[in-house]
């Protein structure tokens, strides 16, 4: 399954989306909606996950933005950057040597897979470097969409908990019956309701 391409967030005032993009960005939302007198409650909600990102916007925006946490980049590593980021055992193998973030770690298996990996091309790494891509790939759209889900109820329960039909348009969505849940979310306030969908929907996931 492959990683958002970047990280991003989304602010609200209340039932009001306010803002969206990277951290920074929606901190300083938050913060000039904080400044200007918001009765609230003001979240940040960090899109991959639903959940509330905690932020202090006490003090000037440089300070603010000062003791924001970093981000986390995507797991993927690029060829250029791959050998600041291993082992230094691993960096100061032999000359030649491919940076690919390898990590080696024992693996138990009986005699004959042992066989059988060793009789692949390539060998028994590459033999299973290509059954867990596999394995990835198959499982890539169900793990999609327990994602959205979990991410989804995350932000529901916050935000909508206590707005009509929450307990059914949790049924609804973890049932993947989208009608239902658009149905369901139809009446709550149109913020709410649209990045509900959104993350349901799975987009960048």
Same mark, same amino acid.
């Given at each position: 399954?492959?990683? &958002?391409?970047?990280?991003? /967030? $989304?602010? /609200?005032?209340?039932?009001?989306?306010?803002?969206?993009?990277?951290?920074?960005? $929606?901190?300083?939302?938050?913060?000039?909606? *904080?400044?200007?007198?918001?009765?609230?409650?003001?979240?940040?909600?960090?899109?991959?996950?639903?959940?509330?990102?905690? @932020?202090? $916007?006490?003090?000037?925006?440089?300070?603010?933005?000062?003791?924001? &946490?970093? #981000?986390t980049r995507s797991d993927? @590593?690029?060829?250029?950057?791959?050998?600041?980021?291993?082992?230094?055992? @691993?960096?100061?193998?032999?000359?030649?040597?491919?940076?690919?973030?390898?990590?080696?770690?024992?693996? $138990?298996?009986?005699?004959? !897979?042992?066989?059988?990996?060793?009789?692949?091309?390539?060998?028994?790494?590459?033999?299973?470097?290509?059954? @867990?891509?596999?394995?990835?790939?198959?499982?890539?759209?169900?793990?999609?969409?327990?994602?959205?889900?979990?991410?989804?109820?995350?932000?529901?329960?916050?935000? *909508?908990?206590?707005?009509?039909?929450? #307990?059914?348009?949790?049924?609804?969505?973890?049932?993947?019956? !989208?009608?239902?849940?658009?149905?369901?979310?139809?009446?709550?306030?149109?913020?709410?309701?649209? /990045?509900?969908? !959104?993350?349901?929907?799975? *987009?960048?996931?």
């Open positions: 399954m492959a990683p &958002p391409i970047s990280r991003s /967030f $989304t602010a /609200f005032d209340g039932s009001r989306r306010i803002a969206s993009g990277s951290l920074e960005t $929606t901190v300083l939302a938050v913060k000039r909606a *904080a400044e200007s007198g918001s009765f609230g409650p003001l979240l940040i909600f960090d899109d991959r996950t639903g959940r509330v990102q905690d @932020v202090d $916007t006490r003090g000037t925006d440089a300070e603010t933005l000062s003791r924001l &946490p970093q #981000e993927a @590593v690029s060829e250029s950057d791959s050998g600041a980021r291993l082992p230094s055992s @691993v960096q100061q193998r032999g000359r030649g040597r491919p940076k690919l973030g390898v990590t080696a770690r024992e693996v $138990t298996l009986l005699p004959r !897979h042992w066989d059988w990996l060793s009789a692949q091309p390539g060998g028994a790494s590459v033999a299973l470097r290509k059954l @867990v891509e596999e394995a990835r790939r198959r499982t890539a759209s169900s793990e999609n969409k327990r994602i959205a889900r979990e991410r989804a109820y995350q932000f529901m329960s916050t935000m *909508a908990g206590n707005m009509p039909g929450f #307990e059914e348009a949790t049924r609804a969505l973890f049932a993947d019956d !989208h009608a239902k849940l658009l149905q369901l979310v139809s009446e709550w306030p149109s913020d709410i309701r649209d /990045f509900t969908l !959104h993350l349901a929907s799975g *987009a960048d996931v």
